[in-house]
C-alpha cells in the first residue's frame, strides 16, 4: 500500500491538551500511526484494485465467449 501521512507529534499534543500524559499521549500516536499505514486504503490502492478487477472481469468474459462460441459451434456441427 502507499504511504499516508499521519502528523504523530500534532496528535499527541492535542492529547495531552485533553488531559493525557506524555506518555499515553504518544504511545497512542504511535500506535494509530501504525493502523494508519498498515490498514488504511488510499485512493491509490483502490485505483490499482479497480484496474485489477477490471482485468480480470475482462479476461472471464473473454473466455465466456470463447466456450459460448465452441458451443455453438459444435452443436452446429451436430445438427
Known amino acids: 500500500m502507499a504511504t499516508t501521512t499521519f502528523n504523530t507529534l500534532a496528535y499527541a499534543k492535542k492529547l495531552k491538551a ?24 488510499t485512493k491509490r490502492d483502490l485505483k490499482e484494485m ?3 478487477l477490471k482485468h480480470d472481469l475482462t479476461l472471464r468474459l473473454g ?14 456441427k451436430l445438427l
Open 50 to 52: 479497480e484496474l485489477r
Open 18 to 41: 485533553a488531559g493525557f500524559t506524555e506518555e499515553q499521549a504518544e504511545v497512542q500516536a504511535e500506535a494509530f500511526a501504525e493502523i494508519i499505514e498498515e490498514k488504511l486504503a
Open 63 to 76: 473466455a465466456m465467449l470463447a466456450a459460448s462460441i465452441a458451443i455453438v459451434a459444435t452443436l452446429v
